[in-house]
């Protein structure tokens, strides 16, 4: 017998959740319907998004509810409104097949004439965010005299964010005997007291243990200077092709500023936070389920509540403030059953918040080692050969244009074409990736290994000798930028960006380093050349003007488009993680 069948589910609901891919019940159903199916129970539950709660409460509602009548028989609040379509949703879902079930989702930053019609003509099941809920008990354009059940769903997300009077008060509107089903991934005192206070002798439930994260989960941690962070976690993406995640920050102006760097960088990102409308929310969700985003940039309460199944990786490019709020972070991923990592990028000062959130899930955290551009190279190189080898072949629009194509490879052995190919991506991995320095912290000393190879190589500030540091009578009050000048640069000498180090732009004058095979080529270039009616000079900083010897840098990006064209990028990362980007980016 189908399981859920055993529970106590009716066929028609038992048929719509197996389309759905439920073929056994999650723990927390398996426990918690038969106590809910009884009607008769004040209930806690607490287990962590993602491990089925929608249907262990949702699926009772539809046993226990009478759609006969119209009038509201439910209410289901929760914190967020993606949480809150997605409880709607999940509920028409399983009640496909039952007849007149009207289910409405209340939620702020949506037309609120359309939810107050939909409540006019008769809902049985109202799920709600709790500010949209009262606006509309405020206008008596509900009656709640008939609620039966009310479900606070991530109940400590709810008072999180600061819905505990807004709680009170809507439940006021509920009759007393009404059963209450409260959901939360932790039980802080907040929550412990809401269960007092509006429960009678609830039925208690935990799945897994306490507070406790999702045993599928493996929590990876990464120490980073402040100021590489970007850098490596564009590695770690990097190392990880079929990544699709979810990247939190702490602020709206972080997930920005990151969101707009890795797009320029040439990733498939876009941001989710609170500044966006409605509108434009909805759509970055409906790319990233759809998979047209490899990358969700989110701040904390964004993401809250959003479930999109697969989710491979989670990263905290910022730990959250609040511990509890990894707990919530973590679980977007390994959802269902599925197995995920979340990643989290820390400085030496905070390996302590490491520890602390240790204690917190229960699980101990992996360090991992920032891979070197080596492994990043052969991750991709792989990746692409992965991807050749389960490309669908469409015979009919490649077929006409074969006879032409194996004319051009006519002169060349398999293993000749074999290698043409892939050099044709692995060139550039390799340009992008080539002297990529080490990005690791090593936790005795805080000193990353690049660093101390470099300082052993080059002496102690690092500075490789094989640049020559040179002097032009250009600067920032000519209107240059970095990117401008390294552009005008390099086209007055005709030499490639790549011969280029350090670039200091002043006022009047600029100092940029050149690799001294170049450096005949640009005085050369730079002979007799006038700007803005100017001649242009340039001198040997070495010889006297030099201001002391830099550690090269590498805080050019390039972006690449489209596998060709590579553009100069003008615009520094600008300073989110205390310093500039300093790592080309992407292919
Ligand atoms: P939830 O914790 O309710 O957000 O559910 C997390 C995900 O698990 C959702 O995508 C559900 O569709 C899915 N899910 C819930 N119950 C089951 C089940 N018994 N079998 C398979 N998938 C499930």
Redesign the pocket.
């Known amino acids: 017998m189908n399981p859920f069948i055993e529970l106590g589910i009716r066929h028609d609901i038992v048929n719509a959740i197996t389309e759905?891919?439920?073929?056994?019940?999650?723990p927390i159903?398996e426990q918690a319907v038969p106590v809910l199916l009884t009607g008769s129970n004040d209930f806690v539950g607490l287990a962590q998004?993602?491990?089925?709660?929608?249907?262990a409460f949702g699926l009772p509602l539809l046993e226990l509810l009478d759609f006969s009548q119209k009038h509201p028989q439910a209410l289901v609040l929760c914190p967020t409104r993606e949480l809150c379509l997605q409880i709607a949703k999940?509920i028409e879902k399983f009640a496909k097949n039952i007849p007149n079930v009207h289910v409405v989702a209340v939620y702020g930053g949506a037309s609120i004439s359309d939810q107050l019609r939909q409540i006019r003509r008769g809902v049985q099941i109202v799920v709600a965010t709790p500010g949209r809920m009262l606006d509309i008990i405020g206008r008596n354009a509900i009656d709640f005299s008939n609620v039966k059940y009310v479900v606070l769903d991530e109940a400590d997300e709810m008072l999180n964010m600061g819905f505990q009077e807004d709680i009170n008060n809507i439940l006021s509107t509920t009759p007393e005997e009404k059963k209450t089903w409260l959901f939360s991934a932790t039980m802080p005192a907040e929550v412990r007291r809401i269960a007092k206070n509006y429960m009678t002798d609830p039925f208690e439930l935990t799945v897994g243990t306490k507070n406790s994260g999702n045993a599928n989960i493996e929590h990876h941690y990464y120490v980073v200077r402040a100021r590489d962070k970007y850098a490596a976690f564009k590695r770690i993406v990097d190392s990880n092709p079929e990544i699709f995640g979810i990247v939190f920050c702490r602020t709206k102006v972080e997930t920005q500023e990151i969101a707009e760097s890795l797009i320029k960088d040439g990733y498939n990102a876009d941001s989710l936070h609170g500044d966006l409308s409605q509108q434009q929310r909805d759509k970055v969700m409906k790319r990233y389920r759809e998979r047209s985003l490899q990358l969700l940039i989110a701040t904390d309460v964004a993401a809250r509540g959003i479930?999109v199944?697969d989710v491979t990786h989670v990263i905290n490019f910022s730990l959250p403030d609040e511990i509890e709020n990894y707990t919530h972070r973590s679980g977007r991923t390994a959802?269902?059953?599925k197995t995920g990592i979340s990643i989290s990028l820390v400085n030496l000062k905070e390996l302590g918040k490491i520890r602390q959130i240790e204690k917190v899930i229960g699980k101990p955290f992996i360090k991992m080692d920032v891979p070197r551009g080596e492994t990043v190279v052969e991750k991709q190189l792989f990746a692409l050969i992965n991807k050749v080898q389960q490309v669908a072949v469409n015979d009919d629009h490649i077929d006409p244009y074969l006879p032409k194509i194996m004319e051009s490879f006519a002169d060349l052995s398999k293993e000749e074409i074999i290698k043409r190919f892939a050099s044709l991506e692995f060139n550039r991995f390799l340009e992008y990736y080539q002297n990529a320095p080490d990005l690791n912290v090593d936790a005795r000393d805080g000193f990353t290994a690049d660093r101390k190879g470099k300082a052993d190589r080059f002496g102690r500030d690092g500075y490789k000798s094989d640049y020559t540091r040179l002097f032009i009578n250009l600067g920032s009050v000519d209107d240059f930028t970095r990117g401008d000048i390294l552009g005008y640069i390099c086209n007055t000498s005709n030499i490639s960006g790549k011969a280029i180090g350090k670039i200091d732009l002043k006022g009047v004058y600029t100092f940029f380093e050149v690799e001294n095979a170049w450096v005949d080529k640009v005085f050369k270039g730079f002979q007799d050349v006038d700007y803005n009616g100017r001649s242009v000079r340039i001198e040997n900083a070495s010889d006297g003007r030099g201001e002391g010897r830099s550690e090269r840098n590498n805080n050019r990006s390039f972006r690449n488009g489209d596998g060709n064209r590579r553009k100069r990028d003008h615009g520094g990362y600008r300073d989110f993680s205390g310093g500039k980007r300093r790592e080309k980016s992407r292919w």
């Open positions: 759905l891919g439920f073929e056994k019940p999650t159903q998004t993602g491990t089925g709660k929608t249907a999940d479930d199944n959802r269902a059953g």
